[in-house]
């Protein structure tokens, strides 16, 4: 039906910079929210960055002024500008879409796959 797939993730040092992306495909009428969630060994997975389809932004505290969500309506993509990264921004980071698959449908939630994200000197 629905896949989200990432890419952009990897091993860079405090300070440097990733961006990540991640295309939807597939049966898909629209999209709203979009956005990217990460999750650390032993922690719970956290919101990170949301963006609706109409361009409205929200950031979790700690990555605000550091990070940047901005998306592709044309093509059902969603990106992740990182900065300024710290060791404690090391996870695993999931894409996750709110889809519909017709005009009467309901929106529902997908998942990409994660991409890991390691900080570190």
């Known amino acids: 039906q629905v896949q989200l797939v990432e890419s952009g993730g990897g091993l860079v040092q405090p300070g440097g910079s990733l961006r990540l992306s991640c295309a939807a495909s597939?049966?898909?009428?629209?999209?709203?929210?979009m956005g990217w969630y990460r999750q650390a060994p032993g922690k719970q997975r956290e919101l990170v960055a949301d963006i609706t389809s109409g361009g409205d932004t929200v950031y979790v505290n700690s990555v605000k002024g550091r990070f940047t969500i901005s998306r592709d309506n044309a093509k059902n993509t969603v990106y992740l500008q990182m900065n300024n990264l710290k060791p404690e921004d090391t996870a695993v980071y999931y894409c996750n879409a709110g889809v519909r698959l017709s005009a009467l449908g309901h929106y529902v939630n997908y998942w990409g796959q994660g991409t890991q994200v390691t900080v570190s000197s």
């Open positions: 597939g049966s898909i009428f629209s999209i709203n929210a």
